[in-house]
């Protein structure tokens, strides 16, 4: 029986049945595998058997474009466990090349069909934990049955001697985290690679002025980037494009994204929610309160709009399958909602993000503050420090984090996973000033970006700084609004907004008279000067707004408003004398 800490009580939690004795786990790989391994832990005697289509279970399916790459060298490294070791250690009944094709809710009956030899079997089960994940999207192209997806180690193996045939040239189909991922391996193992997005930009969880530094660092590397246009045929050897272009693609994969796959669920007759995922409930039972559901199957509470939200991500579904375990088991589960906290490698950046970003705040009607920073990662007089771009979201009345996303190196994961925690907690986001983070040169700065954020966001809601957000500066400019740099006359010759004047911050008291009586908009390089220009400006009587971010995010801004990664690419943007507007 359970040694569990808390005692659970051996109680049933759907109340008609006695404590459950068989559970059947269809799904053998994050959801499924936490479920399985945690009930074994909290119940010796529970008969558990994992039902498993594929010939493995608990593979690494996050490490699979890093196979198709040959930056994981062996297949077996992908795999974390095999069906005997999981039945050495956790005793749990581990079937693979088995697909559950149908559920008898009534008599509590799975029936197995081997994938090998097609003959079937039934299992009965007490309760009965559902994690198949998602089915990639496959549109009706035309030739989109030679495209290849990214989901198993099967689908590794065939990319990976794809790969091995030496394409000349790729396309990947869709700019997300997977086709992101994919992208990079292929050039990696030196093919010419085109990403294609039909929407306006790659990874639509970041805003545009972050994902089009992503675009740029892709760019960089040697990948063409092609956004809104959509794919329309796979050819023998080439991809067409709705404005009539082709693209040589001697290998297609697709990463158009996923759906949950809800098949079994609805042959049971269960819930399906208004995103299309199975419905559960705080505790992952379906509609069926013999049924639990876990995974990218199924619908998340949203943690910052509220209602559900559909997120595939392998930390959900680890969390999911051990409390589906623990309600099984008799535990008290607490209800947990979803921020989407990701993370991707594309080449030498690093994307992270957690919470809603600016269009989904705008789309929802929320009334929000942004603030953009463009910090190092650590002290920059340590070597090797890198810059990031990172914007903060917050409810404008009371500060409440809705979201965060960077863009940069080293430090980025850090700073995300602190707000990811600090929005868990209800830190607002004024408070983000006031945390003690850890600090020496080599790894952050005594005013930690995070810390950094905390005062930006203290001062806006403070009223005490006046930001312009990038959109808003061609009205101004209409309006009168003189734009002043107070940049170093260097930095202004290197590239400034179009019809700026240059009045360095040091010099500004001598210059004032000389630069009329405003109203001004003032923008530096990262938003810092600006700041102290502005609240200058200010105590002088001077209307005076600083723009949000500075030079930096203005450039990105352009370049994602122009569809134009290619002018931040190293040298593009900072040519000297360059008026970028
Ligand atoms: C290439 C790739 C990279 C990823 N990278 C990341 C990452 O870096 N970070 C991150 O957080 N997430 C990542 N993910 C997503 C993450 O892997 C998923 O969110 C997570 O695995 C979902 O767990 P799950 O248990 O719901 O489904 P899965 O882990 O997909 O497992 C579902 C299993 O169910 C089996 N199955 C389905 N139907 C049946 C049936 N009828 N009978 C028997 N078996 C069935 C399938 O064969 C499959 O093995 C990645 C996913 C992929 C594909």
Redesign the pocket.
């Known amino acids: 029986m359970s040694n569990h800490a808390t005692s659970p009580a051996k109680t049933d939690p759907a109340g008609t049945r006695s404590v459950p004795r068989r559970v059947v786990v269809?799904?053998?790989?994050?959801?499924?595998?936490?479920a399985a391994t945690r009930l074994r832990r909290l119940d010796e005697e529970v008969e558990i058997t994992v039902?498993?289509?594929?010939g493995?279970?608990s593979?690494?399916?996050?490490?699979?474009?890093y196979y198709v790459g040959g930056v994981i060298e062996e297949e077996d490294d992908l795999l974390l466990q095999t069906p005997e070791r999981l039945f050495d250690r956790f005793r749990l009944g581990v079937e693979v090349d088995?697909?559950?094709?149908g559920i008898d809710p009534v008599a509590h009956t799975v029936t197995?069909r081997s994938t090998l030899d097609g003959r079937e079997r039934v299992r009965t089960y007490d309760r009965l934990i559902?994690?198949?994940?998602?089915l990639?999207v496959r549109p009706p192209i035309p030739g989109f049955d030679r495209v290849r997806s990214?989901?198993?180690v099967e689908?590794?193996a065939r990319l990976a001697a794809d790969v091995a045939a030496r394409p000349r040239s790729a396309v990947v189909i869709g700019g997300g985290?997977?086709g992101l991922?994919?992208a990079e391996n292929l050039a990696h193992a030196g093919v010419a690679v085109t990403v294609v997005e039909a929407a306006d930009q790659i990874l639509t969880p970041l805003d545009p002025e972050l994902a089009v530094l992503v675009a740029a660092e892709l760019i960089a590397n040697g990948v063409a980037v092609e956004t809104g246009v959509a794919v329309t045929e796979v050819t023998g050897d080439s991809v067409r494009l709705a404005d009539g272009r082709e693209i040589a693609a001697d290998l297609v994969v697709g990463?158009i994204g996923?759906r949950p796959?809800t098949?079994?669920a609805e042959m049971a007759g269960l819930a399906i929610g208004p995103r299309g995922g199975i419905a559960v409930d705080s505790v992952g039972r379906t509609s069926d309160p013999h049924i639990y559901a876990?995974?990218?199957?199924?619908e998340k509470a949203d943690a910052v709009e509220g209602g559900t939200s559909l997120?595939?991500?392998?930390?959900?579904?680890?969390r999911?399958?051990r409390r589906a375990a623990d309600h099984i088991a008799g535990l008290e589960v607490r209800a947990t909602a979803s921020l989407g906290t990701?993370?991707?490698k594309v080449f030498s950046r690093v994307v992270a993000m957690t919470g809603a970003n600016e269009k989904r705040l705008r789309a929802a009607g929320r009334d929000y503050r942004c603030v953009r920073s463009h910090p190092m990662n650590h002290a920059g007089y340590y070597p090797g420090a890198e810059q990031m771009a990172i914007k903060l979201c917050f409810a404008a009345a009371d500060g409440t984090i809705l979201g965060a996303q960077a863009v940069g190196g080293s430090g980025v994961d850090k700073r995300i996973d602190v707000l990811a925690t600090a929005m868990a907690a209800g830190i607002p986001a004024a408070r983000l000033a006031d945390l003690e983070l850890a600090y020496a040169p080599p790894f952050s700065s005594a005013k930690d970006p995070v810390n950094m954020l905390g005062y930006m966001a203290e001062n806006v809601l403070a009223g005490e700084c006046d930001v312009v957000e990038p959109p808003e500066v061609e009205v101004l400019v209409a309006e009168g609004w003189t734009l002043l740099d107070v940049r170093t006359p260097s930095e202004h010759n290197a590239g400034a907004i179009a019809g700026s004047i240059n009045a360095p911050l040091d010099t500004l008291r001598d210059d004032l008279a000389a630069l009329g009586a405003g109203p001004f908009l003032v923008f530096c390089e990262v938003g810092q000067r600006g700041h102290t220009a502005t609240s200058l400006l200010h105590e002088l009587g001077i209307p005076a707004r600083n723009l949000d971010g500075g030079w930096r995010t203005w450039v990105a801004y352009e370049a994602a408003r122009r569809h134009d990664p290619a002018r931040l690419v190293a040298g593009a943007a900072a040519a000297p004398g360059a008026k970028i507007g």
């Open positions: 269809v799904g053998g790989v994050a959801g499924g595998m936490s039902v498993e289509r594929s493995h279970v593979y690494a399916n996050c490490g699979l474009p088995s697909e559950v094709v197995v559902l994690s198949p994940g998602a990639p990214l989901r198993t689908d590794a985290f997977i991922e994919t990463a996923v796959d098949r079994l876990v995974g990218d199957a199924v997120v595939a991500l392998a930390n959900i579904a680890n999911q399958g990701a993370i991707v």
